[in-house]
């Protein structure tokens, strides 16, 4: 069999096992993460892995993958298959690597899963965290779209207050993007008019 022929045999075979959803399937599954030589069989695996099994085992093989893994690739399909699993297990460990994690592709992967897990109070402020703190422009423009994402009350009062104060003038303009696109409401039509007349950079 030719290679390309062989792979499609391989998501195939990969296919079946994640339907089963059993703990004899799941457990190939792992097997096939953590010694397969081809990435995109070991991607594959990761995927069905994480919409079948949210076990003590499958999440800190998830985070391992994250931490060392050394294709990159793998490591966000990682990130994305945690961000699959329930709002407590995955917050803990997106907020882990959203953090702590060196890579900042990695981190704006994992800040851009937090904001999709919508109805968490405590989001925001995390996220805000990042829009001020973090040293990459790149994770704080990805917290600023995150931030967007979330009820209009929530996300308006805090993006006003980030293109008000942020010491970046391009994370401002993040934040004044995504106030004109998710948003009709009067306060942000005066924050945006206020901008507009007021600020000192064009």
């Known amino acids: 069999l030719d290679k390309a022929t062989t792979a499609k045999i391989r998501k195939k075979i990969i296919y079946v096992l994640g339907s089963f959803g059993t703990d004899k399937a799941n457990k190939k599954l792992i097997e096939l993460i953590k010694n397969d030589k081809d990435n995109e069989t ?9 919409q079948n099994s949210e076990s003590e085992e499958t999440a800190a093989l998830f985070t391992n993958l994250v931490l060392n893994d050394p294709d990159q690739e793998i490591q966000k399909r990682a990130i994305f298959a945690i961000a699959q699993m329930s709002q407590e297990k995955a917050l803990k460990q ?3 690597i959203s953090r702590n994690h060196d890579n900042p592709v990695l981190r704006s992967e994992a800040v851009f899963w937090l ?3 919508q109805g968490n109070p405590e989001l925001a402020g995390i996220l805000k965290d990042f829009i001020i703190n973090d040293p990459e422009l790149s994770v704080q423009k990805k917290a ?5 994402q979330f009820d209009n009350e929530i996300s308006e009062k805090e993006l006003i207050e980030i293109a008000r104060t942020h010491k970046s003038m391009q994370i401002r303009g993040e934040a004044i993007f995504w106030l004109g696109q998710n948003s009709n409401s009067e306060k942000v039509f005066d924050a945006l008019k206020e901008f507009t007349m007021n600020d000192s950079e064009p």
């Open 42 to 50: 070991r991607r594959e695996a990761i995927f069905w892995l994480g």
């Open 94 to 96: 997106l907020k882990d």
């Open 115 to 117: 904001g999709q897990m």
């Open 144 to 148: 600023v779209f995150a931030l967007s």
